[in-house]
C-alpha cells in the first residue's frame, strides 16, 4: 500500500524559509510522478511544483524562483525548498504521486496523498 507522509511545516514570518520532507513507502519499482500541492480554506488544491520521472520539474507561476522541488531517491523522499516566503503561501501543503497524471500541475487523478502539513506565514 503506497503511503506519503509530509513534514517540516511550521509558522514563520514572511521572507523566511522552510523545507518541507514527503516520505514515501509501499511503492513498487516504476516510473512515478511527485508533486506538492497547497491548499487553502474555502478553496481548491493548486499544485505548486512537480517532478516527472525524468527529473524535469514544474512549478506554478506564483512560486518559480522561489521554490525547489526535489527528491532523495536513496531516502525514497521528495523535498519542497521554499524561500522568500510570502503570507500567501498559507495553507496546507500535500504531496502526491502517480504513475501519469493528466496534467501534471492540476490535483485531479494522482494516486496517492498525503495528509498535508501545515505552513503558516506571519506578516
Known amino acids: 500500500q503506497v503511503q506519503l507522509v509530509e513534514s517540516g511545516g511550521d509558522v514563520v514570518q514572511a521572507g523566511g524559509s522552510l523545507r518541507l520532507s514527503c516520505q514515501v513507502s509501499?511503492?513498487?519499482?516504476?516510473?512515478?510522478?511527485m508533486g506538492w500541492f497547497r491548499q487553502v480554506p474555502g478553496k481548491g488544491r493548486e499544485g505548486i511544483a512537480a517532478m516527472n520521472p525524468d527529473g524535469r520539474v514544474f512549478y506554478a507561476p506564483s512560486v518559480r524562483g522561489r521554490f525547489t522541488i526535489s527528491k532523495d531517491t536513496n531516502k525514497d523522499t521528495l523535498y519542497l525548498q521554499m524561500n522568500s516566503l510570502k503570507p500567501e503561501d498559507t495553507g496546507v501543503y500535500y504531496c502526491a504521486l502517480d504513475q501519469s497524471p493528466p496534467n501534471i500541475l492540476k490535483p485531479e487523478n494522482w494516486l496517492a496523498w498525503g495528509q498535508g502539513t501545515q505552513v503558516t506565514v506571519s506578516s
Open positions: 509501499g511503492v513498487t519499482y516504476g516510473r512515478w510522478c
